[in-house]
């Protein structure tokens, strides 16, 4: 499978870098920015800010990562809630 690396420039601190992750991850990156009411910069600026050791590039696609795994255990949580397991009594 052939890589889609994109290279997108954004600001961070005021200051215009070019960044390369796969266009999935450009996608991600804009949905969580839709759901959090900023834009792609600012989302960026605060990834860059929280990272510990890794480029930008892994450090956008870990957080993207770790936002939908987030979201999967959450739906996997409400949902064993509500499951009835045999033998069980509704209540």
Do not use: C
């Not at 991600?28 to 510990?52: C, F, H, P, Y």
Request: aromatic share 4%; proline share 2%.
């Amino acid at each position: 499978m052939k890589s889609t690396l994109v290279k997108r420039s954004v600001i961070i601190a005021g200051h215009k870098t070019s960044v390369s992750v796969e266009d999935a991850f450009w996608k991600g990156l804009k949905a969580i920015a839709g759901e959090r009411d900023m834009n792609m910069s600012e989302l960026v600026t605060s990834i860059d800010s929280d990272r510990q050791h890794s480029n930008l590039s892994s450090a956008i696609r870990l957080y993207v990562l770790n936002h939908y795994q987030s979201a999967l255990k959450s739906l996997a949580g409400s949902r064993s809630q509500h499951v009835m397991h045999p033998g069980q009594r509704e209540p």
